[in-house]
């Protein structure tokens, strides 16, 4: 994948940093990027609005800033850090940085820290969002497994005709296979009356239902 | 602030780029004697040379030496981008300002810098659109292996996708290197729609010497038809091409000799009769001959050299050039420039056939144009942006700058 350096013109960052010569810099060298930076020092309860990316002082202690409350504000976070000290990193990462900006903060790096975290913050996003799908993909291959097993089973046939008429039936139905088996599992007696319907139709010469009567 | 204010001059007079470093030199030596001789100003520059010959290393430690043991807060220099970005930790370490000549890539704010020379979007912007509509969008890209050619050759690159074309090739020879056979038969090859060309000095010479040769024997590969388009050719340049191989040679450039205005003739007159008859003007020359006058006026107008001072003075400072008016953009450091189209003649000058109304405010980031729609995410301006700022403890002011693109 060729990465796209953005253009950041109209996006808006809140920096929240105690108002200094650090902050002054920030906020001057986003402007130069057609960013609007709003600054913030005490950190508010809620962001003023939607934000494209949160540059946080990361070298306060606790009681200065919710890191419980900023991490993940939908949008890449920047930790503006100058201590090394164990504990103020321990608390900076529960924030998820995508990127880092040293202190004392000169206009060089700024750039440099917007580009990292805008790829970082999307790569990580996309990474979450195909688990997520794989996940539900492993959890339903398991309710699959178990209706295939109950169709072999009940209806006395091997694991590939099993699979196959499971599979027609979900689409006779209009269904995804993994919806279907969750069905099929979760009320057997109607659906394996679809299934046997199926199964009919690959093996022409199958006997009427055997093990789908009625209980 | 009666006295002597020493000034620093850093030009490779020698190597592979002495040509462009030597009018750069020129057009600095011009602006001193200039301010020396006004009794407008009520203090003297005394320039400091040094040749680093285009070593690097000699480039850090001319400046260190001008910084630190000659106690110079001002220094005139560098062409390359590689040499610039290798000398700004000085600047930075002994708080001192480089006022930088040249056209460049941009992508950079130095605290420490005043860019005299054109942005991104004053240069290849305005030849990228020319080349796209009157010749087409397949792009072959050659340059000189550093970071001016691979910036360029990025910007041209999402510029062409946007319009639907593309760069064919992206060829880099090392800075130095007559080795250009193997680019000529590559083109041969890849039949792009035209050439851009980001090779410097020797390399430069070489190639556009060759491709014309092409050329007069292939006339499906004669400039008119496939040009070599670049946005850093300058008068001097064509003096060492020599007039055959200059002849239809594209260039994008704030200033060229054949600019008609008093202040150019005037330019012109005081630099032939200093530096020869024969000698030619040039965009190289003009900027640092620039860069001297608005250190000039920035000193005059902070009537100290502190350099705090001196740097605050400096921004917003401008001054009527051989181009037109140039300002320093007091934002971001660069000047506002007037961007110009050429072509060559085949004696030592350009034919401008295309300029901007006005000097265009320099975009070193290029926040405010889109190169098309290409991998630029801009985001339309949001309708409760202004609440937004309203509610703001300090807000950042990024303010839609009013923008003159080139038309033809």
């Known amino acids: 994948m060729t990465a796209r350096i953005p253009n950041f013109r109209g996006h808006r960052a809140l920096v929240l940093h105690p108002a200094d010569g650090n902050r002054q810099t920030l906020v001057d060298q986003l ?14 309860a809620d962001p003023p609005g939607p934000i494209d990316v949160l540059f946080l002082d990361a070298d306060r202690g606790p009681g200065t800033v919710d890191e419980q409350r900023w991490a993940d504000p939908g949008a890449p976070v920047i930790a503006i850090t100058g201590t090394e000290a164990p504990g103020r990193l321990e608390a900076m990462l529960s924030l998820e940085p995508s990127a880092m900006l040293n202190k004392p903060i000169r206009r060089e790096g700024i750039f440099k ?45 091997g694991e590939d005709e099993a699979f196959a008429a499971v599979r027609r039936a979900s689409m006779s139905g209009s269904l995804l296979i993994e919806a279907f088996a969750v069905e099929l599992v979760a009320e057997p007696a109607r659906n394996l009356r679809l299934v046997e319907q199926e199964l009919r139709r690959i093996q022409p010469g199958r006997a009427a239902a055997s093990g789908a009567k009625a209980p | ?70 106690g110079i807060s001002h220094v005139i220099g560098c062409y390359t981008s590689i040499s610039r970005k290798e000398v700004i930790p000085c600047f930075e370490k002994y708080d001192g300002l480089l006022w930088y000549p040249s056209h460049y890539e941009g992508f950079e704010t130095s605290g420490n810098v005043i860019y005299t020379g054109a942005a991104p ?71 792009p729609d035209f050439i851009f060309s980001t090779l410097i000095g020797d390399s430069r010479y070489a190639f556009v010497r060759a491709f014309q040769a092409l050329g007069r024997r292939e006339p499906a590969f004669a400039v008119e038809r496939l040009p070599i388009a670049d946005c850093s050719l300058s008068e001097p340049e064509l003096l060492r091409i020599g007039p055959e191989a200059s002849r239809g040679l594209i260039s994008s450039s704030v200033y060229f000799q054949s600019i008609e205005s008093d202040c150019n003739r005037r330019f012109i007159e005081r630099y032939q009769a200093r530096f020869g008859r024969q000698a030619v003007t040039s965009a190289d020359a003009e900027a640092s001959y620039i860069a001297v ?82 991998g630029a995410p801009a985001e339309p301006e949001r309708p409760e942006a202004a609440a937004w700022a309203a509610g703001a403890e300090a807000p950042g002011g990024a303010r839609r700058p009013s923008l003159k693109l080139v038309k033809s």
């Open chain 2, 1 to 70: 602030m009666a006295g002597k204010v020493p000034v620093g001059l850093v030009f490779s007079i020698t190597g592979p780029y002495s040509a462009v470093s030597s009018a750069m030199l020129n057009g600095a030596l011009l602006a001193i004697d200039q301010v020396n001789d006004d009794p407008a100003y009520d203090f003297d520059l005394e320039p400091h040379f040094i040749d680093p010959a285009a070593s690097l290393e000699a480039y850090r430690s001319a400046c260190e030496y001008f910084l630190k043991q000659l």
């Open chain 2, 293 to 374: 006058l608005l250190l000039a006026e920035a000193l005059r107008a902070a009537g100290t050299t502190a350099i705090e001072a001196v740097r605050a003075a400096a921004l917003g400072c401008g001054v009527e050039a051989p181009q037109g008016r140039v300002t320093i953009d007091a934002e971001n450091a660069h000047c506002y420039l007037t961007p110009r189209l050429a072509r060559a003649r085949d004696d030592h000058q350009f034919e401008i056939f295309q300029a901007a109304p006005e000097p265009v405010k320099p975009d070193p980031y290029l926040v405010w144009v889109d190169l098309g729609e290409a």
């Open chain 1, 113 to 157: 820290a917007l580009v990292f975290a805008h790829h970082n913050y999307r790569q990580r996003r996309e990474l979450r969002a195909a688990l997520a799908v794989a996940q539900e993909q492993v959890k339903a291959r398991q309710v699959l497994l178990k209706a295939v097993l109950l169709v072999m089973d009940r209806l006395r046939v």
């Open chain 1, 31 to 44: 402007g130069r990027f057609g960013i609007e930076a709003v600054a913030a020092w005490p950190a508010p």
């Open chain 2, 121 to 191: 979007n004053q240069h290849i912007l305005p030849l990228a659109g020319h080349l796209a509509r009157d010749y087409g969008t397949r792009a072959y890209c050659v340059g000189s292996n550093y970071v001016w050619a691979w910036e360029n050759n990025r910007i041209l690159r999402d510029i062409m996708a946007a319009k639907g074309g593309g760069v064919v090739s992206e060829k880099y020879v090392p800075v130095g290197s007559g080795d250009v056979e193997h680019l000529i038969r590559d083109i041969v090859r890849a039949r």
